[in-house]
Every structure is written in structure tokens, then in C-alpha cells.
């Protein structure tokens, strides 16, 4: 398992078997998501996008030389992009920026940035090359599904779901330095399986992520 064809089928492989329903979509879908969890859903990505964005920015300052440094600083630009455009999403719920900052996250639902900041830390070129490459269809679905939802069935404006259709559509060229980041990870020795477990693990907490905040819900 050396080729980046042969660890993108593994990982993949693995978050297929570990799939599991994305309840807060579900109920999103079903118009009956409450505004206040829309206002949990914007104060929790606030927090998650502003670490990820230092995480991108710390991976680009550990592996400056291309293609790694270019792929994680791109990556970490994006953030910064998309946490503006989270101020739309913001505004439309009648929340300020002093109503982000505030915004206290819950624990679980913030995992994922966590662990995110490990693997910037201590992690290889590989692993967060191969978690991107491996979850970028199932999150871009994701975020379009969100946009979707909430455009549909609750009355928000393009505008304010800027944020949303921004990490639902990544570039090609961001998913080719990706590529050619992990390929390079893996000619220079990165662990393979280290890389895979990254991508499982990115897939499992981002779910989390979503079901943190469907939490108490009640069932269809």
C-alpha cells in the first residue's frame, strides 16, 4: 500500500464500512430544524473554521516546500475565506460578530478541529493530504445539502448560505496538489496506515460533528 491510488481505496473502503446517518441533515431536510440549533450550527462552525485555518497554517509552516507547503497554505487561505463568508450565514440569524466570539462550542461537537490540530502537530505531509482526498465528496455533498435545506424550507438568501456552497465545491487544482502532496508523502516514507487512520478518523468526527448538534432532537 504505497501508491496514492492504493491508500485513497483503503481509506475510502474504511469509511464506507463506518458510515453512519447524519441525523442533523436529516432533520435539516425535514424543515424542522429549530432556529436555535441554526444559531448553534453558525457559533460552532465559528470556532471550528478559525482552528482549522491555524491547523492549515501550521502544516504549510512544517512542510514549506512544494507541494505540501503550497497545498496547506492554500488550504488555510480557504478557511479564511470561507470564516468570512460564515458572517452572512451569521447575520441572517441576527448574530454579530461579538455573538461568535461568544458563542460557548460543545465539547464534541468541536472533536473534530481538535484532532485536526494533532494531526497538524505531530502528523505527516501524507495524513491530511490523504483525509481531504478521502472525505471531499461525502463533505462537499454535505455542505450542498445544508445550502439546500436551508434555502428551501427555511427562507435564507443565497447570500447568507455563501459559506455552505463554498466547501461544497472544492477545486480540482486544490485536490491536485493534494494528490501530489500524498504522493510525494509516500515516496519520502510517510506511513501509509498512519495516513489512512487520519482520513477514517477526519470522516468519523466530522460526522460527529453534525449529529453533536442534532443531539435531543426528537425522532421522525
Known amino acids: ?5 492504493d491508500v485513497l481505496d483503503a481509506a475510502q473502503g474504511h469509511i464506507a464500512k463506518d458510515a453512519e ?3 442533523f ?3 435539516l431536510e425535514q424543515g424542522r430544524m429549530p432556529r436555535e440549533r441554526l444559531r448553534w450550527l453558525a457559533g460552532e462552525l465559528h470556532h471550528l473554521v478559525g482552528s482549522d485555518r491555524r491547523s492549515f497554517a501550521l502544516l504549510a509552516s512544517r512542510f514549506p516546500d512544494p507541494p505540501a507547503g503550497s497545498l ?3 488550504m488555510a487561505e480557504g478557511e479564511g475565506e470561507a470564516l468570512g463568508l460564515l458572517g452572512d450565514f451569521a447575520a441572517a440569524l441576527g448574530m454579530a460578530e461579538p455573538d461568535l466570539r461568544a458563542y460557548e462550542p460543545r465539547p464534541l461537537a468541536q472533536a473534530y478541529p481538535a484532532y485536526l490540530v494533532r494531526s497538524a502537530l505531530y502528523g505527516s505531509v501524507s495524513d491530511v493530504a490523504l483525509a481531504l482526498l478521502a472525505n471531499v465528496q461525502e463533505s462537499g455533498d454535505t455542505y450542498a445539502r445544508v445550502a ?3 434555502v428551501a424550507h427555511y427562507g435564507f438568501e443565497e447570500r ?3 459559506h455552505f456552497r463554498y466547501f461544497a465545491d472544492t477545486p480540482q487544482p486544490l485536490l491536485d496538489q493534494a494528490t501530489a502532496a500524498l504522493a510525494d508523502g509516500l515516496s519520502r516514507g510517510d506511513d501509509p496506515g498512519a495516513a489512512v487512520r487520519c482520513a477514517r478518523t477526519v470522516h468519523g468526527l466530522e460526522n460527529a ?5 442534532a443531539r435531543g432532537l426528537d425522532p421522525d
Open 21 to 23: 446517518p447524519n441525523r
Open 148 to 150: 439546500d435545506a436551508l
Open 209 to 213: 460533528f453534525w449529529n453533536c448538534l
Open 1 to 5: 500500500m504505497n501508491s496514492v491510488t
Open 160 to 162: 447568507a448560505v455563501g
Open 25 to 27: 441533515l436529516d432533520v
Open 72 to 74: 496547506y497554505l492554500a
